[in-house]
């Protein structure tokens, strides 16, 4: 493994036999910032001049996948800069989705859990093609959160980012 060194210092992971190509271009960082200005993740990307004059970004997870326009790519574990060929998929839009982090400023700590004001429980739900499905009310969110990862395993396989105190997806998978 191999670091790149970016712009506002960041440094990029790559394999060994794939340093040599990527050192061909300057890499610089690119911080995506959610609205409130904390980061969100961080990519090295690369500026290419196209015919007149027009310029474009070339990510460089995309670029080592040898990604075409229209195909997405995933870091298995959610690190931008982890641009190994063991972290890195082709995937469609909707697995990618699937392997998000929790979203900040949720009212609970794990994936797929709120808090129901109403009932004054933990709620877990999924999204299944943009659709809400509700799994269940609980007294204890972390009980929310292991309905959560057993429906996430059981739907999404290995797109499916669990929460952190869990077993892996193919272990609760193969429990089900």
């Known amino acids: 493994m191999r670091e790149i060194h970016l712009s506002q210092d960041y440094v990029a992971l790559v394999d060994d036999e794939r340093y040599e190509s990527v050192m061909q271009f300057k890499w610089r960082a690119l911080v995506d910032r959610r609205k409130d200005g904390s980061i969100r993740n961080v990519y090295a990307v690369?500026?290419?001049?196209?015919?007149?004059?027009?310029?474009?970004?070339?990510?460089?997870?995309?670029f080592l996948i040898g990604a075409i326009p229209g195909e997405h790519c995933d870091h298995i574990n959610?690190?931008?800069l982890d641009n190994r060929m063991t972290n890195l998929r082709i995937c469609t839009n909707a697995e990618n989705h699937r392997n998000q982090r929790i979203r900040i400023?949720?009212?609970?700590?794990?994936?797929?859990?709120?808090?129901?004001?109403?009932?004054?429980?933990?709620?877990?739900?999924?999204?299944?093609?943009?659709?809400?499905?509700?799994l269940g009310l609980f007294s204890d969110e972390t009980d929310a959160a292991r309905a959560y990862d057993v429906a996430a395993a059981e739907l999404f396989g290995e797109f499916a980012r669990l929460n952190e105190y869990t077993q892996t997806a193919v272990d609760i998978h193969t429990a089900l």
């Open 105 to 134: 400023g949720c009212s609970s700590k794990h994936k797929g859990v709120c808090w129901h004001k109403q009932r004054g429980k933990w709620q877990a739900e999924i999204k299944i093609n943009g659709m809400g499905r509700h």
């Open 46 to 62: 690369r500026v290419e001049t196209l015919g007149g004059g027009t310029r474009k970004l070339v990510y460089l997870h995309r």
């Open 78 to 80: 959610g690190d931008g």
